[in-house]
């Protein structure tokens, strides 16, 4: 079946600091890629996502490309913000029904 | 106003009890699906309902119930509530394009508690 899986967290980070969060995933034939963010409170939202091979995903300066050849998805940002604290998500959708398979999120804290 | 509402928002009810959490969308969506949300456990799929009248199974359905009462309403149910269903829940919706590209909207959640 399906699977994803992220990097243990929580991740601290200082603001202005690099981020790589990773992820990787199994999964028959080829589907869709997804990262979602779920602020403090709130429910789940897009954050950017891809949907072949070598696409990159970017939204609010968050970027991560779909590496078929390391079935990888890693998400980065270059300088990240207090207001990006949050937990973070990776998802695959498979292409036969649309279901969303997560990873089990990772804490991201962002200090002054 | 939010295009995925859930009711309530917080649920505290005993071992034992039927609780529904209601869900509502206006985004004109045909597929709508319950997850649960537990720390360190991501979130897994409870039912998905593709159109009112198909709706299935996910991977942790035991101990649920669905009903889609309208395409814009999709309700879970709890038939008799056990502390192991605490947890946060959320319904989502999405375009059924059925090409796995299109990204699901999500509702506020609602934390249920049971004692």
């Known amino acids: 079946g399906n699977s994803v899986t992220q990097m243990e967290g929580p991740v601290t980070l200082s603001e202005e600091a690099f981020l790589t969060i990773n992820c990787t995933y199994t999964?028959?034939?080829?589907?869709?890629l997804f990262w979602y963010v779920q602020y403090p409170g709130e429910g789940l939202q897009l954050l950017l996502k891809a949907t072949k091979a070598d696409d990159k995903g970017s939204n609010k300066g968050f970027e991560a490309t779909y590496r078929k050849e390391t079935t990888s998805f890693h998400l980065e940002k270059g300088s990240v913000q207090v207001s990006d604290s949050a937990v973070y998500f990776c998802?695959?959708?498979?292409?036969?029904?649309?279901?969303?398979?997560f990873g089990k999120g990772i804490t991201l804290s962002v200090r002054p | 106003d939010a295009d995925v509402t859930q009711t309530p928002r917080n649920r505290i009810t005993k071992t034992g009890k039927r609780i529904m959490l209601e869900c509502s969308q206006t985004k004109g969506h045909d597929r709508m699906y319950w997850y649960r949300q537990d720390p360190g456990l991501g979130l897994r799929l409870i039912y998905y309902s593709f159109d009112v009248k198909d709706i299935n199974k996910g991977e942790i359905s035991d101990g649920y119930s669905v009903s889609r009462q309208a395409q814009a309403k999709f309700s879970l149910s709890l038939e008799s509530a056990i502390p192991n269903q605490t947890a946060l829940y959320f319904c989502?919706?999405?375009?059924?394009?059925?090409?796995?590209?299109?990204?699901?909207?999500f509702g506020p959640g609602t934390r249920l508690t049971v004692l």
């Open positions: 999964a028959t034939g080829y589907p869709s």
């Open positions: 998802a695959l959708s498979d292409r036969a029904n649309s279901k969303l398979t």
């Open positions: 989502a919706t999405s375009e059924s394009t059925g090409t796995g590209k299109n990204e699901q909207f």
